[in-house]
């Protein structure tokens, strides 16, 4: 008994729930190319 209602819902929920780990990792990426430089900075001035 498969409804092709049902099966698009599950595929667009599945579809919506790849973005949303995609978009997850490209921002933690993108963040830690924002913070790099900044943690860079930090630790040299830690460590004088």
């Known amino acids: 008994m498969q409804n092709p209602h049902l099966r ?5 929920c599945a579809a919506h729930s790849l973005a949303y ?5 490209a921002f933690a990426a993108l963040l830690r190319l ?3 430089p900044h943690l860079e900075v930090l ?3 830690q460590a004088t």
């Open 8 to 12: 698009r819902i599950s595929a667009l």
């Open 21 to 25: 780990l995609y978009d997850m990792s």
């Open 43 to 45: 630790q040299r001035s």
């Open 34 to 36: 924002e913070l790099h």
